[in-house]
């Protein structure tokens, strides 16, 4: 079983700037890929960028202002966000674990909030 916690959220300015941390903890087998995702109030929830040895993939909302990094014990994944904008408004959850018979992340963080002010 693996647990994954989201820290880094909170409110900036347009423009401004956030690094959000997914730590992971437990058994942390199946982690080659691990994921951002977000969802907004009633929207569904989308992936913002993932990272594995194969290589990184980005929404392209988020391209060019967002970067994925692992550290070095590939236990925390971050997510470096910049020159923020109001739609990057949403809860961002980390997932990790994928999953090829559910096409899906076997395990997923609580979540943190992110909020953009114009």
């Known amino acids: 079983q693996v647990q994954l916690v989201e820290s880094g959220g909170g409110l900036v300015q347009a423009g401004g700037s956030l690094r959000l941390s997914c730590a992971a903890s437990?058994?942390?087998?199946?982690?080659?890929?691990m994921a951002w995702y977000r969802q907004a109030p009633g929207k569904q929830c989308e992936l913002v960028a993932s990272i594995s040895s194969g290589g990184n993939v980005y929404a392209d909302s988020v391209k060019g202002r967002f970067t994925i990094s692992r550290d070095n014990a590939e236990s925390t994944v971050y997510l470096q966000m910049n020159s923020l904008k109001p739609e990057d408004t949403a809860v961002y959850y980390c997932?990790?674990?994928?999953?090829?018979?559910?096409?899906?992340?076997?395990?997923w963080g609580q979540g943190t909030q992110v909020t953009v002010s114009s």
């Open positions: 997932g990790a674990g994928w999953n090829w018979i559910t096409r899906s992340y076997n395990y």
């Open positions: 437990g058994s942390t087998l199946s982690m080659n890929t």
